[in-house]
């Protein structure tokens, strides 16, 4: 019995964690590649909303409530929460 080289489509698994030299790119957990980044450009980043770039960093915007230990957040106007 012989060993025959084979190849498979993996494309959609491939998973890329964005670092501050590149994209480094994940199979199942596991790293198998990497992407490198122009260096000393700006990256355009196209975003969904609530979403943003700067630089090569991308953050999330959300709503938090200002007190430490609030209880309660978005009651209407009837006390209903």
């Known amino acids: 019995m012989t060993l025959n080289p084979k190849k498979a489509e993996v494309t959609d698994r491939v998973v ?40 090569r960093k991308i953050y999330q915007n959300y709503s938090a409530p200002d007190q430490k230990e609030a209880r309660y957040t978005d009651c209407d106007e009837g006390g209903w929460c």
């Open 16 to 55: 890329g964690r964005l670092n501050e030299s590149g994209i480094e790119l994940f199979l199942d957990g596991k790293s198998i590649g990497r992407m490198k980044l122009p260096e000393g450009t700006d990256i355009e980043f196209a975003m969904e909303p609530n979403y943003e770039s700067s630089g």
